[in-house]
């Protein structure tokens, strides 16, 4: 293990041992079930931070007990001191790129803009093969697996009969991951594909593998209908939504609106989210005000990507942006909207970085969206409400859950948000897995560079 400090004990898979002295995210702890209450009442927050000094049971790869810190171990397993280490649940990546992500050198985005992205990826697709697209999405898995996530939703471009390959691998993907990786995928396409009669067999395709059905919203003559007839593909077949919405710094970009206003008018029944929604940031109050009312309403979920709308949004050349192109991020839970926080674009046209890492994103995404002072339930954004949007289980820490949980030396958020965490310890079942990440060489012959 590359983390310092793991007792040699564990590296014998032991069954039974304590997590003692360590301290849990607040937000992370299942609040609905009544052995909670002793500890929220006992323990205090260290260092004015929204954090319960506790100790851990697992047993069978299973949380048995939390107990305040002050409560000694029960005598006989054996006790990991972390001495005030973080520990948090695994975590969930409900918005990802894996079919784009390591193209970087293979077709990268000359200017870094929006429109040069949209031109490389149409030029990328004639090298996703199934062997490329498995290649290149196992490693982005890789990743998120040594990182410390536990559930990944990918959007899979699929225009012109490219769904059938891409849900094909990731088909395989899925089942390689099994017990490791839960997953999912979407079908992308422009919203103007629903005009055109093969969105049928698209969304044919989408319920045949178990998916959600998207597309990209942008503003465009026809866009109600298209969105319509979006969820009248969906409804038949029982199939979730998942849309690009509003990806510009155009005011005037109300996909959002139109989808929370297309969900409660059809009376949809499916979960909905809308990533990226960047034109809010840009809309006069009263006007982004309004639509959040109705995506309230209509209980429409959002996902901000703040890193990949930094990189892309009010990009000219030889000029300091102006703007961050980020959601209504405050706003959004203060209008107790589900808003959940994922990493999108990994080393693609999109954007050049990234590795699928959510210590990453949540750590930018508290600087970028300034969503400190207090840090509240933030951490929910990366754990609890993506595994929601994604209908799982998971995402929190409580008795009888599994040991699925993330080890930091850190002691604090802001030891966690000042240092890359590169020393974590990744538990599940119970039990530390190899965190080494995956060598980009290993990619060097598959994006052309061996």
Request: hydrophobic fraction near 40%; proline fraction near 8%; charged fraction near 20%.
């Amino acid at each position: 293990m590359n983390a310092p400090g793991l007792p040699e004990f564990l590296r014998s898979r032991p069954t039974h041992y304590w997590l003692q002295n360590v301290r849990l995210p607040l937000a992370c702890l299942d609040p609905s079930v009544p052995w909670q209450t002793p500890i929220l009442a006992l323990a205090t927050p260290p260092l004015a931070e929204e954090l319960v000094a506790a100790n851990l049971e697992i047993q069978h790869g299973r949380i048995a007990t939390i107990v305040p810190a002050s409560q000694i171990p029960t005598p006989g397993p054996p006790v990991w001191d972390l001495r005030q280490a973080m520990v948090w649940p695994c975590f969930v990546d409900c918005h990802t790129h894996l079919d784009k992500g390591q193209t970087w050198f293979r077709t990268p985005n000359p200017d870094g803009t929006f429109a040069s992205a949209l031109t490389a990826v149409v030029a990328e697709h004639q090298y996703w093969s199934a062997d490329d697209l498995y290649a290149r999405m196992a490693f982005g898995l890789r990743c998120s697996y040594a990182h410390g996530t536990q559930a990944v939703r990918t959007h899979l471009d699929c225009p012109d009969g490219q769904g059938e390959v891409s849900f094909g691998v990731f088909d395989r993907l899925r089942q390689d991951w099994a017990g490791k990786i839960a997953l999912q995928a979407v079908g992308l396409v422009s919203i103007a594909y629903y005009d055109r009669p093969e969105a049928v067999t698209l969304a044919d395709t989408v319920a045949r593998y178990g998916g959600i059905l998207g597309g990209v919203i942008s503003p465009q003559p026809g866009l109600e209908d298209q969105i319509d007839r979006a969820f009248a593909l969906a409804e038949p077949r029982g199939l979730d939504l998942d849309f690009h919405a509003d990806e510009s710094l155009d005011p005037a970009a109300e996909g959002l609106r139109i989808v929370a206003e297309t969900k409660l008018r059809r009376g949809f029944t499916g979960r909905v989210t809308c990533g990226h929604c960047c034109s809010l940031s840009v809309q006069a109050a009263d006007q982004a005000q309004a639509t959040l009312a109705l995506v309230k309403t209509a209980e429409v979920s959002v996902v901000s990507l703040p890193m990949c709308n930094l990189y892309l949004q009010d990009r000219q050349p030889g000029r300091m942006p102006r703007y961050r192109g980020v959601t209504l991020l405050p706003e959004l839970r203060q209008g107790n909207i589900p808003v959940a926080l994922a990493s999108d674009n990994c080393r693609d046209a999109f954007f050049a970085y990234g590795d699928h890492d959510m210590v990453e994103v949540f750590t930018q995404a508290v600087r970028i969206g300034q969503l400190d002072r207090p840090l509240g339930d933030w951490p929910h954004a990366v754990t609890q409400t993506p595994a929601q949007i994604m209908g799982l289980a998971v995402g929190q820490m409580g008795v009888g859950r599994p040991a699925d949980l993330v080890v930091f030396k850190a002691r604090s958020f802001s030891e966690l948000l000042s240092r890359p965490q590169g020393d974590r310890v990744v538990i599940r079942q119970g039990t530390p897995i190899d965190t080494t990440l995956p060598d980009y060489a290993e990619l060097d012959a598959v994006v052309g560079l061996g």
